[in-house]
């Protein structure tokens, strides 16, 4: 063989060899891409689910802060009708309970449900059991203190996710602007409400008109009226900013006789003589004399001792004074305001029912009940106010919440001899009454007066010596509340020569909530 044969022959050997390593070589470069590529498509299908996950997440959290947002701008905007005086107030029969709605996404549809409960008391950080317990019912009757907003966000269902999965709840409270501020202004009836009073005008001049009671309310303007604190009673329509203040006027004269009253722009001075009004006993107005030293023989009437035919007189002032009865005699609503009558007179007067004070019944001090009286006036800024409209306790010093145990007393007939103590009933019983065993040792004889305790449900209450607070009960000839003891509620009626309470609205404590 030629050394050329020989090494064709080798060199095919090799090459054949080389063939065989080149196929395994192969074989192993598609097994091991293969098992590469199984390890990335299990690596990439293993974060789909996260993925869509984490972008459904955040989108479901923006549409749940969006029905947050959605139901706050409904409880803002939930305003009722302005009131004579202009002012606008929040109707509680447009709060919102729930609402639905959708958010535009280049992602897909978002929505949201939101629920809405109310609260007297702030529900943040409370227990389920806590929110179920005192939940106010919706749409309330009551004015609410807070709103828990509980707004769920919701996106559209994914293939790879379960329904739920990525939807988020968030929860917010939103604290109402509140006043219980007294809105002075309100309707004078007749002794056993038959009848209210009404300008024929308003402006100066007009005369006033009994009206029955089926047509009262049909014109606030001329129906409201001001007992203000200079012991003038005005129109209260004519006291708005910008306006003239009007006043009942009359008699012309000390000589006069029975006359009409008339509405005249409200005076300063000794001239004011014929337009100060003090209330008394036998539900009246009697008017002051002209050097404003003394009560005067002339009281307010329908110009009639009759009681029928009431309906369309002219109110009148004239020297008959009625007791007690419908031609002569007066049921004011408490919103008529309490003139003057405060601390610094010595009466007690109750926030709810704000022309109202502590009346011994009758000047009963035997009587079996106190009650509430519309507040008796003493225009001299003497000594003529009377005994049982005087009632001595002391206020707690600047800065202290409280002051007692300590007597609430009057002196009968303004004698010091004649003292006699409030005293608080048993446990079973709600009545208050008077005393003259008066004895600083006697349980029943000690109040504590509360003042700003930092709390206003707690302030400016009279608690006796078993914790319960003076309120109003039932009432009295139908006209006026009797004075009892109750639990304490932390209610207005149960507060006395209080100020009010002004809140501003607030939202805040955000969490996302699970549950609900």
Request: a neutral charge.
């Amino acid at each position: 063989m030629d050394p050329t044969t020989g090494l064709l022959r080798r060199l095919a050997v090799w090459r054949d060899r080389d063939e065989g390593v080149a196929m395994m070589s192969a074989i192993l470069m598609v097994l091991l891409m293969g098992a590469l590529s199984t390890i990335i498509l299990a690596l990439v299908l293993s974060q789909v689910t996260p993925t869509q996950f984490a972008r459904k997440n955040t989108r479901t959290i923006f549409a749940a802060e969006a029905g947050v947002e959605a139901a706050l701008s409904q409880i803002r905007s939930a305003a009722a009708a302005p009131d004579f005086t202009g002012s606008v107030y929040g109707s509680l029969a447009a709060l919102p309970c729930t609402l639905t709605g959708t958010v535009a996404d280049s992602g897909g549809e978002l929505r949201y449900d939101v629920r809405v409960s109310y609260y007297k008391e702030n529900p943040a950080g409370r227990s389920d059991s806590w929110l179920a317990a005192n939940v106010m019912s919706c749409r309330p009757v009551q004015q609410p203190a807070y709103a828990r907003v509980v707004a769920e966000g919701y996106a559209e269902d994914l293939a790879r996710l379960d329904a739920t999965l990525g939807d988020r709840t968030l929860a917010t409270v939103y604290q109402f602007k509140t006043t219980n501020t007294n809105i002075a202004g309100g309707r004078i009836y007749t002794f056993g409400d038959g009848f209210c009073l009404r300008a024929d005008g308003i402006t100066a001049g007009s005369n006033v008109t009994y009206v029955d009671k089926a047509s009262c309310g049909e014109d606030d303007e001329r129906e409201l009226w001001l007992y203000d604190v200079d012991y003038m009673i005005k129109l209260a329509s004519s006291t708005l900013p910008g306006s003239t203040p009007l006043c009942i006027t009359g008699p012309p004269s000390t000589s006069s006789g029975t006359v009409r009253v008339t509405l005249e722009t409200c005076k300063t001075g000794t001239a004011r003589w014929n337009q100060l009004y003090s209330w008394e006993g036998g539900a009246r107005w009697r008017g002051e004399n002209t050097s404003i030293t003394n009560y005067s023989s002339y009281c307010l009437s329908s110009g009639s001792t009759s009681g029928t035919g009431i309906a369309g007189r002219k109110l009148s002032v004239g020297t008959s004074c009625a007791g007690d009865s419908a031609w002569g005699s007066f049921n004011p609503d408490p919103a008529v305001g309490a003139g003057a009558a405060s601390i610094t007179t010595r009466q007690i007067v109750n926030y709810l029912e704000f022309g109202r004070c502590f009346d011994v019944t009758d000047t009963d001090v035997g009587k079996a009940f106190m009650i509430v009286y519309p507040c008796k006036q003493d225009p001299s800024g003497g000594t003529l106010l009377d005994w049982n409209h005087k009632w001595y306790y002391s206020e707690p010093a600047v800065g202290s919440p409280s002051l007692g145990p300590q007597q609430i007393y009057v002196l009968r007939s303004n004698s010091t001899s004649q003292k006699y103590c409030l005293q608080t009933p048993g446990a079973g019983g709600q009545y208050v009454t008077l005393t003259s065993a008066c004895s600083t040792s006697a349980a029943n004889q000690r109040w504590t007066r509360y003042q700003d305790t930092g709390n206003y449900g707690t302030s400016y209450t009279f608690v006796d010596h078993l914790g319960r607070c003076i309120g109003l009960g039932d009432k009295y000839n139908g006209s006026w509340s009797k004075i009892v003891v109750t639990s304490c509620t932390g209610g207005i009626d149960q507060k006395w020569n209080a100020p009010p309470l002004d809140v501003e609205a607030s939202v805040g404590d955000y969490v996302e909530a699970y549950g609900g």
